[in-house]
């Protein structure tokens, strides 16, 4: 039996008009689907000198030539946006182009909860997906060439209701999804987990299954379409912060007659449990953070509605909910009581993919070269892995596992965020996970040092490298160490690069994670300047020659240093908060209340916004906005 893959990119060019989103098939021996924007941008040609047979030049840090152009790492940006893998579906011939199946005038992208995610579900030759225009459903077959996509919802004369995390329901014949409605107030939207028909060619209004509360993700059905798993929460928290597991009872009818509530119920256990998923077997797992503050993989026993911890590690098996449709573990096939579960999970700074076994408790690690990984889905013996490394730009990879499903027998990349990359290998800067003191005694933070490189040119031995230190988004984001062209920009020509990984950052547990928690401004700005500081100290960067930058909320962190501190020199914000009232004021929904648990009271809002103390800037800083953003 062939099976058939999902995958969902984009790639993000300088550009008035919105990305356009396709599906596409690419196969590899199996069916594959994925999107992708259609505008493309070649890089440059490379013309290098051989460091082999020529000694360096001398000459200063920041001054090196290097083919890594503007244009290379535009032409790099490609992003994927999830996978899924089906059972069915015919193979096709190995080292075929990868062929659209949307047609061009549709783009795959949602924009539930301002950041979509899951945009698309697949079954068998069936393919639904929200389009990106109107925000509406369509199905498509991916049978045939040439099929057109035909909408399964209302038109609401413009993009107003929007659909995300959905799957298919054969026991009724429907598609389950999260519904979005801005229709009476796009900054309070109303979200609900809803029933669109599929048996009948005329459009209906969506059912509601679930509803009343701020927020919906995760609609997950067992096998036989009999109970129904679902993530939700309330306003002022985040899903990060806290959120509930539930599981309710479907009657002949398709509606939901009970309801248990799994984990997140107890005010005595502070937890934020993600991804359930049903096993063949009809046995619900999920994922929470309870007990060691870090999210592991743990199975609910129905009978005495209980959860069990299935490997106990101080390492994160999945990330924020910062989009919807995460797939951070899948099911094997497996015979016997046992279950194995294709993981990852996140310690010290880098990911790992490994094989768990609920019954023993056993974790089998799996070599292969992504020291990055995000969704994974799985196929009998093949693994479909989304992952990076600092060689390796994103990817999707087919990895093969032998019979006992504990190693892997072939690993094989089957597509690539940037095929060309490679071919500037030889200026990559190879990413130093580095501990600094924080300001506060005793805690530590991290980032990822990047040193200048380059096969040609070197800087004389008195010579201290100016340093670029970049603040990421979020905030409650993280940084990796995976292959980022916008960094070896700046390193291939005699730069240093920091990537910050600041209190308040995710895959190091609730712990660090809270440090942020009425602190935004303060603690990462601190942990910033600390990093500066502790990389000069270290002889790794010229105290006269910091600069600073960041997008979004690393905007902020960048504006807030530059304003309350003297630490940089210049910097460069791109489209980042100045004012945090503004924000809190005309944000969409999802993070409305985002801002209380991080800043505080009026006081705090007023105080921390650099907007107020524009008197204060005293280096040059360049501002990048977009039109369309008004906060």
């Given at each position: 039996m062939a ?12 550009s ?11 196969p590899i021996?199996?069916r594959?689907v994925?999107t ?5 941008i ?9 460091s082999?047979?020529?000694?360096k ?22 992003r ?43 079954s068998?030759?069936?393919v639904?997906?929200s389009?990106?225009?109107?925000q509406?459903?369509?199905r ?5 060439q040439?099929?057109?996509?035909v ?7 413009g993009?107003v ?5 959905g ?14 409605d ?21 459009i209906?209004?969506?059912?509601i ?11 997950r ?22 959120s ?19 984990a997140?119920?107890?005010p ?23 007990k ?6 743990f ?34 096939e ?14 010290n ?5 490994g ?32 992952g ?10 087919k ?9 892997v027998?072939?690993f ?7 095929t060309?990359s490679l ?6 800067s190879?990413?130093e ?20 490189s380059?096969?040609v ?29 916008s ?25 660090f ?11 990462d ?7 500066a500081?502790?990389?000069?100290e ?29 630490t ?9 908060v100045a ?5 809190r ?20 809002y ?9 008197d ?10 977009g ?5």
């Amino acid at each position: 039996m062939a099976f058939s893959a999902i995958a969902s990119f984009s790639r993000f060019t300088v550009s008035t008009s919105p990305s356009t989103y396709r599906l596409c098939l690419n196969p590899i021996g199996r069916r594959v689907v994925f999107t992708i924007c259609a505008k493309k941008i070649h890089p440059h040609s490379l013309t290098t000198m051989a460091s082999s047979t020529i000694e360096k030049l001398t000459a200063p840090y920041g001054s090196w030539k290097s083919p890594i152009s503007a244009d290379v790492v535009s032409g790099a940006s490609k992003r994927l946006g999830g996978s899924a893998v089906d059972a069915h579906g015919q193979g096709e011939k190995p080292g075929d182009e990868p062929t659209d199946i949307t047609p061009k005038e549709f783009g795959v992208r949602t924009v539930a909860q301002e950041y979509g995610g899951g945009a698309f579900s697949i079954s068998g030759d069936t393919v639904i997906f929200s389009n990106y225009k109107d925000q509406r459903l369509y199905r498509q077959s991916i049978k045939s060439q040439g099929s057109f996509p035909v909408p399964i919802t209302t038109d609401y004369g413009g993009p107003v209701v929007s659909y995300a995390d959905g799957v298919f329901d054969s026991r009724f014949d429907r598609f389950i999804t999260v519904m979005e409605d801005r229709r009476e107030s796009s900054t309070n939207a109303t979200t609900t987990i809803v029933a669109v028909p599929l048996s009948d060619n005329t459009i209906q209004e969506p059912k509601i299954l679930v509803s009343g509360n701020d927020f919906y993700a995760f609609p997950r059905l067992d096998s036989n379409g009999e109970r129904i798993a679902w993530l939700e929460w309330s306003h002022p928290n985040m899903p990060w912060d806290k959120s509930q597991l539930w599981v309710g009872y479907i009657s002949e009818n398709g509606d939901i007659y009970k309801r248990v509530c799994v984990a997140g119920s107890d005010p005595t256990i502070v937890e934020s449990p993600t991804e359930p998923k049903w096993s063949s077997k009809g046995e619900l797992f999920f994922i929470t953070d309870r007990k060691n503050g870090f999210w592991n993989l743990f199975k609910w026993i129905e009978s005495k509605n209980e959860v069990l911890p299935l490997y106990p590690l101080n390492a994160e098996f999945t990330k924020p909910l910062w989009v919807f449709g995460i797939n951070s573990y899948d099911f094997i096939e497996s015979n016997g009581d046992k279950n194995l579960i294709a993981c990852s999970y996140r310690q010290n700074g880098r990911s790992y993919l490994g094989i768990l076994n609920d019954t023993q408790h056993s974790l089998s690690l799996l070599d292969i070269p992504f020291t990055d990984i995000d969704n994974i889905s799985s196929w009998k013996h093949t693994l479909i892995v989304e992952g990076a490394s600092a060689t390796h730009p994103s990817s999707v990879a087919k990895v093969i596992l032998d019979n006992c499903k504990l190693e892997v027998v072939d690993f094989k990349i089957v597509w690539s965020a940037s095929t060309d990359s490679l071919k500037y290998e030889s200026y990559f800067s190879s990413p130093e996970l580095i501990e600094f003191p924080t300001e506060v005694s005793g805690q530590n933070a991290y980032a990822y040092y990047y040193p200048p490189s380059n096969p040609v040119y070197q800087a004389s031995s008195e010579e201290k490298p100016p340093l670029l230190l970049k603040s990421h988004g979020g905030p409650t984001s993280e940084t990796d160490g995976s292959l980022n062209l916008s960094i070896q920009y700046w390193t291939s020509r005699g730069w240093a690069v920091v990537d910050v990984n600041y209190g308040g950052s995710t895959g190091y547990g609730r712990e660090f994670r809270e440090r942020l928690l009425g602190s935004w401004g303060i603690v990462d700005v601190n942990d910033c300047c600390s990093c500066a500081k502790f990389l000069v100290e270290s002889g790794k960067a010229d105290p006269e020659r910091l600069c600073i930058t960041g997008g979004s909320a690393g905007g902020y962190t960048t504006l807030a240093a530059l304003a309350f501190r003297d630490t940089f020199k210049a910097g460069a914000s791109l489209y980042g908060v100045a004012d945090l009232s503004l924000l809190r004021a005309e944000t969409h929904k999802f993070e409305s209340r985002y801002l209380d648990n991080l800043v505080g009271g009026e006081k705090e809002y007023f105080e921390r916004s650099p907007i107020n103390f524009v008197d204060k800037f005293s280096c040059p800083i360049i501002l990048f906005q977009g039109l369309e953003d008004k906060v």
